[in-house]
């Protein structure tokens, strides 16, 4: 399980996204430590409880990751959506069980 900000961008087909970006972001939660983005696995180490170079890294797909006191990750990633903003991109986070997919 994970905690997930999800921050909506409408995807202009005339940017410039990293490789691998899809018009619509897929995530699914692993588990505890991994997810996958745009079918891409980022692992969070075990032990590790910030991850301050997360945005570059993940080329601003994931903005912002660490872990709280009870080694549960909260994360805030960018969620790219074609015509409507998806429901859960509020700016609220969200607890995301493993296996989860969005």
């Given at each position: 399980m994970m905690y997930i900000t999800f921050s909506p961008v409408?995807?202009?087909?005339?940017?410039?996204?990293?490789?691998?970006?899809?018009?619509?972001t897929a995530i699914k939660v692993i588990d505890d430590d991994t997810i996958e983005y745009d079918w891409q696995e980022v692992v969070f180490p075990i032990g590790e409880v910030s991850w301050p170079d997360i945005s570059v890294n993940t080329h601003g797909k994931i903005e912002k990751a660490f872990r709280d006191d009870n080694s549960k990750i909260h994360l805030m990633v960018r969620i790219l959506y074609t015509k409507t903003i998806p429901r859960i991109a509020d700016l609220q986070e969200h607890e995301i069980q493993d296996g989860e997919t969005l």
């Open positions: 409408h995807y202009n087909p005339y940017a410039q996204y990293s490789e691998g970006t899809l018009p619509n």
